[in-house]
């Protein structure tokens, strides 16, 4: 699904990504772990084609046999929310501040798929509905509901044309540790039931370990180790990753996890 070879992102005074290799099955569940400034944020910039123009880059980033590298901004944009899509840090951000919840989640409906209002609406009230929020959020605007509530909006609306892999940059660093635990559960429920691949990036095992199946550990803009998570867990190779796994507060195997996904919110 996603290939990435020999990764180089490089600002003119300095190489930043080191020739990253990175994998992605189809409905796989891959994290990206490593410190903040490890380069976690430009490799998933590099991926959706939003570097910013100050940046170089060089290698190869095929996304289902398309060398992304080498599109255009038109077809890349064609790309996004049907076959990639993404959730950030700051959900706010994702947000247009300026129109409705439903206005924001029924957007990549109206780039890519010609529906009517009404069924466009309908698919929103459903998407709201498999994220655990109410219908009568629709009609509040992004300033009108909390940070928990607006990255499950953000999640509604980067699922809703079904893409195939789904990027999540650090999705619940900026949320409390309950709101946090709902968000991950309901990124695993739902690209599941989508059969959406995942790459989830964090600096924190204890939240890679709910989600994610397999895990690159990146130090420095270099992947320093890769593997099955249980593996990587149970046996870690590398100094850098002993000490990510030392700093978790609690470890888990994606999947053993029973809480309720829309506490605390
Ligand atoms: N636009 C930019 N111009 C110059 N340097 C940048 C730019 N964006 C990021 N960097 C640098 O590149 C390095 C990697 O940054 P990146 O944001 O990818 O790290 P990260 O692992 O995502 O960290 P965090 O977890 O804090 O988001 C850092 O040293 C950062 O300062």
């Known amino acids: 699904m996603i ?4 990764l180089v992102i490089s600002t003119p005074s300095q190489e930043i990504v080191h020739g990253v290799d990175l994998h992605i099955d189809k409905a796989e569940r891959v994290g990206l772990i490593g410190a903040s400034g490890s380069g976690k944020s430009l490799i998933v910039q590099a991926i959706l084609g939003i570097l910013p123009p100050s940046m170089s880059v060089q ?6 046999s398309r060398n992304v590298l080498q599109m255009s901004d038109t077809e890349r944009a064609s790309m996004r929310g049907t076959v990639m899509s993404a959730v950030f840090q700051n959900p706010m951000t994702a947000l247009n501040p300026m129109v409705t919840v ?3 989640i029924e957007l990549p409906l109206k780039m890519h ?3 009517s209002r009404d069924e466009r609406h309908s698919r929103v009230e459903e998407a709201l509905t498999h994220v655990g929020l109410e219908r009568e959020i629709m009609s509040r605007y992004p300033s009108q509901i909390s940070g928990g509530q607006a990255q499950r909006v953000a999640i509604a609306e980067a699922l809703i044309g079904h893409p195939q892999v789904l ?7 900026a949320l409390d540790s309950i709101v946090q635990q709902g968000i991950i559960n ?3 429920q739902r690209t599941e039931h989508q059969g959406a691949a995942v790459l989830f990036t964090s600096h924190d ?5 709910r989600v994610a199946q397999r895990c690159y550990v990146i130090n420095n803009g270099e992947i320093v180790e890769e593997g099955d998570l249980e593996s990587i867990i149970n046996s870690p190779h590398h100094d850098y990753t002993v000490q990510l796994i030392e700093a978790a507060r609690d470890i888990a195997i994606s999947g053993n996890d029973t809480v ?3 506490r605390g919110e």
Do not use: Q
């Open 167 to 173: 990027i999540a940059d650090e999705p619940t660093t």
């Open 59 to 64: 290698g190869e980033i095929f996304v289902n």
């Open 102 to 104: 439903e206005k924001n």
């Open 113 to 115: 798929y010609s529906l």
């Open 186 to 188: 309901l990124l695993v």
């Open 260 to 262: 309720d996904s829309s």
């Open 3 to 6: 290939d990435i070879k020999n």
């Open 205 to 209: 095992f204890s939240v890679i370990s």
